[in-house]
């Protein structure tokens, strides 16, 4: 029995849901389809993904098509989730990708395909609502060949498209449709190419090899056409991913290795780990090690954390059942891990580099490389609870979605007593305010929306403060030079001392100090693109009195260097100087050629910078950066600009300076820290020895 670990992926609205109750009603695991319209989907279990008609989570059912089982996970259509979009991707074997006929592609359909292909995830396109007034299959055979890629080859027509009887017709190997494979299928195979040549001819059947390899590779993507609703074209789809799509790697007796793609709570509270397994096997009573590959995700001893598995479940036609183990290939879910987090590699960690290649050893066995596929939130805002009494459970709450969210970032301010959340768009605080008021029972409301910036350094700084002396009232020396780095290497932390002058444990509080305190430069904006090197280090050794004990008073300990080197980072991140960048979003707007006067002075008011600008016949094609926070106005004002023909595309592209221009002021953001740039009021709120 082979297993494939599906997803499916689609625009929002574009019948995802809808054709995952479809597979699972063709394959008879369920007995009546469900609805998105009545929220009685198998998918949608959420009371807010019913209400609402759109999947908000990740979820997981399972099937089989003949020798092959099926685990397939429907993710969210809307861009406001992408972030759950972003934690299934690394666990796929394969993919189908949603696209309506009447629609088309969408500016999200352009994202995920440009995602799957980076990480050379085969895909299968399927064109659904051929049944839908309006749809056109050939237009949206040209705007995929255009606008996702040309390497499409059409597994069939439609008949009667656009009406309730419309009906996909398979290529039955001959004609116009097999003529069409060969063009796709000879670029990337000379072999094949030579046969055609050499016999003007070649049998279907090899054909249907050469695409199911050219699949797996990636190549190429065949498109299917159908209907969720009546069920056409269904059975086409359900023989694809059986024959063209691969089977899940790994064996059940290698080391093992999984990656957890989804966290939530049960009802007792506990923590519920979704796992793909990629190698080896996890039994009840197993005592895992797992951690996020990065320092930070070790616990505060530097070792990666620990958790004795009490339950399992794996899918089964359809549902969670309890089993006694999950193996290599199957996605399970695991009880027992309290300190378990999305992102975490359970067991064995790959440890490798990269972006988001899948690498295969000896055993089959695929470790996953997590890596961030899609850009962070660029959004956040200030959550304010109804009632103040409810603060606390608001930051109990809030921790509880961060779990299951971990790009929420929250931040608490507690000089204000404030707690801020990251967001991608407005959609996504509707959401998290009907997720507290319906699982937490918190009313909540939220400040203004505003954009995440960042710091970098513009210039070259050192500081430093000696034990002993310039009123340094800690037991530590500290010398830091701050320079800048190139653009996207995030912060490095160096040494220029003696690794042997001093205990490890005071430059390892050297070390996470300095990259927590670099979350919030002179600006109050995270600093980065930047290297840290520890210039100057000392502290005092142990001191004790005759016959008595430790005397703590004489003696460094980690503390003392946790609180001098934010003093000491600031003070040179002061003299080297940082300018503020906002998030700024790529934007592609195709709208009417006589909309063009209309639209240029309202993307100038909103600053936006012109790249290319296009007349296409009777459209224009616009490209430009815009400011992350001005893509909401022009969202809203869009339709009225263009008779509501307009279509935007909008995605994070880059940073740039932010405050330049006659009258522009530098975005500062509230500091939730001590404040080291006052050393007054730091000292006063961290040490006793002023």
């Known amino acids: 029995m082979h297993v494939l670990n599906l997803g499916i992926l689609a625009h929002v609205d574009a019948g995802k849901t ?112 051929i049944d839908r007034r309006g749809a056109d299959t050939d237009r949206v055979l040209r705007s995929v060949a255009e606008r996702l890629t040309p390497a499409i080859v059409p597994m069939g027509l439609v008949d009667g498209l656009g009406t309730r009887e419309a009906r996909a017709v398979p290529y039955a190997g001959t004609g116009a449709g097999t003529a069409a494979m060969l063009d796709v299928l000879t670029a990337h195979d000379d072999e094949l190419l030579a046969s055609y040549v050499e016999d003007d001819t070649v049998p279907y059947r090899r054909l249907r090899a050469v695409l199911a390899e050219q699949t797996r590779r990636t190549r190429v993507h065949p498109v299917f056409f159908g209907s969720a609703m009546t069920g056409a074209g269904v059975d086409a789809l359900i023989s694809g991913i059986r024959e063209l799509l691969p089977a899940a790697g790994g064996r059940a007796d290698g080391p093992v290795s999984g990656t957890v793609f989804k966290v939530e709570r049960g009802p007792a509270g506990e923590k519920i780990a979704y796992v793909r397994m990629f190698s080896g096997t996890v039994r009840t009573r197993d005592l895992l090690t797992f951690d996020d590959g990065s320092r930070d995700g070790a616990d505060h001893d530097g070792l990666r954390r620990q958790g004795k598995v009490t339950a399992i479940d794996v899918f089964e036609r359809g549902s969670a059942r309890r089993q006694t183990s999950v193996t290599a290939g199957r996605i399970g879910t695991l009880r027992g891990l309290a300190d378990v987090r999305i992102g975490d590699t359970i067991g064995v960690p790959d440890g490798q580099p990269g972006d988001v290649e899948k690498l295969t050893g000896p055993s089959g066995a695929v470790a996953p490389v997590a890596r961030r596929h899609f850009s962070a939130p660029t959004l956040e805002t200030v959550v304010v609870p109804g009632r103040p009494a409810d603060k606390g459970a608001l930051h109990t709450a809030l921790t509880q979605l961060a779990e299951q969210d971990p790009l929420i970032d929250l931040r608490h301010d507690e000089t204000r007593q404030e707690i801020s959340v990251s967001l991608y768009g407005e959609v996504q605080k509707e959401v998290v305010q009907a997720t507290l008021a319906d699982e937490f029972g918190i009313d909540v409301g939220f400040r203004e929306t505003t954009t995440i910036c960042v710091e970098r350094p513009v210039g070259s700084g050192q500081a430093v403060e000696f034990n002993g002396k310039d009123a340094n009232p800690f037991l530590a020396t500290v010398g830091l030079r701050v320079d800048p780095a190139p653009v996207g290497s995030g912060v490095e932390f160096r040494l220029e001392v003696e ?55 004489m003696s460094s300990t980690g503390a003392d260097f946790r609180g001098l080197t934010p003093l000491v980072l600031m003070d040179a991140l002061r003299r080297a100087g940082t300018q503020v960048y906002e998030p700024m979003h790529r934007i592609r707007l195709e709208a009417p050629a006589d909309t063009l006067g209309a639209l240029l002075p309202v993307l100038a008011g909103l600053r936006a910078v012109p790249q290319t600008t296009e007349t296409r016949g009777r459209s224009c094609v616009l490209e430009w950066a815009i400011p992350a926070a001005r893509v909401h106005e022009l969202e809203q004002r869009l339709p009225g600009l263009t008779r509501g023909e307009g279509e935007l595309e909008a995605a994070f592209d880059h940073y740039a300076p932010a405050g330049r221009g006659s009258g522009a002021c530098v975005p500062e953001r509230p500091r939730t820290d001590h404040n080291p740039l006052n050393r007054k009021e730091y000292l006063l709120n961290t040490t006793r020895r002023v």
């Open 499 to 553: 690794l042997g002058g001093m205990p490890y444990a005071f430059f390892k509080a050297v070390e996470d100090t300095v990259k927590a305190a670099l979350g919030q430069g002179l600006h109050g904006w995270q600093v980065t693109d930047c290297t840290v090197t520890m210039t100057h280090s000392g502290y005092s050794p142990r001191q004790s009195h005759a016959h008595q004990g430790f005397d703590k008073s």
């Open 18 to 129: 809808s054709l995952t109750e479809r597979l699972l009603h063709t394959v008879g695991v369920i007995d009546e389809i469900g609805s998105v319209d009545d929220g009685s989907t198998r998918t949608d279990s959420l009371a807010l993904e019913r209400q609402r008609g759109i999947t908000i989570k990740s979820a997981v059912v399972s099937f089989e098509i003949g020798d092959v089982t099926v685990d397939l996970i429907d993710t969210p259509g809307h861009p406001d989730f992408i972030a759950e979009v972003e934690r299934v991707l690394g666990v796929l074997d394969g993919a189908v990708l949603v696209i309506s006929a009447v629609e088309g592609v969408q500016a999200q359909t352009r994202i995920l395909m440009r995602t799957l292909r980076r990480l050379r995830i085969p895909t299968l396109i399927f064109v659904n609502k």
